[in-house]
């Protein structure tokens, strides 16, 4: 069974930062990209960053890049997000999704986790 749990959501003061983490299980880790999509209240889904494993890959949104950065633990089939230089505009419920396709766009990604709730305070 495919599965992905994102963990590390919370809380913090804008300038702060958090760490989010996938745990991916259930398929080959190195053969899919693992994208991060957030959902602000209100608002569409948005594609912020994706790792292709294989090859280590990255690509941010505009919204994060140079505060976003992703990294992986292949001995634990994980994937971490990590978010500096935090903003209320960051305010999201994040999740994460593997897709066999390098792709930023929703509909490439076929498994996704349960998010994990971000929230900024100002």
């Known amino acids: 069974e495919v599965q992905l749990v994102e963990s590390g959501g919370g809380l913090v003061q804008t300038g702060g930062s958090l760490r989010l983490s996938c745990a991916a299980s259930?398929?080959?880790?190195?053969?899919?990209?693992i994208g991060w999509f957030r959902q602000a209240h209100g608002k569409a889904s948005e594609g912020i960053s994706c790792?292709?494993?294989?090859?280590?890959?990255?690509w941010f949104a505009d919204s994060v890049k140079g505060r976003f950065t992703m990294s992986r633990d292949d001995a634990k089939n994980t994937v971490t997000l990590q978010m500096n230089s935090l903003n209320p505009e960051d305010t999201a419920v994040y999740y994460c999704?593997?897709?066999?396709?390098?792709?930023?766009?929703?509909?490439?990604?076929?498994?996704w986790g349960q998010g994990t709730q971000v929230t900024v305070s100002s």
């Open positions: 790792m292709k494993i294989s090859d280590n890959s990255t």
């Open positions: 259930g398929f080959t880790f190195d053969d899919v990209a």
């Open positions: 999704a593997a897709s066999n396709i390098y792709s930023i766009r929703y509909r490439d990604y076929d498994y």
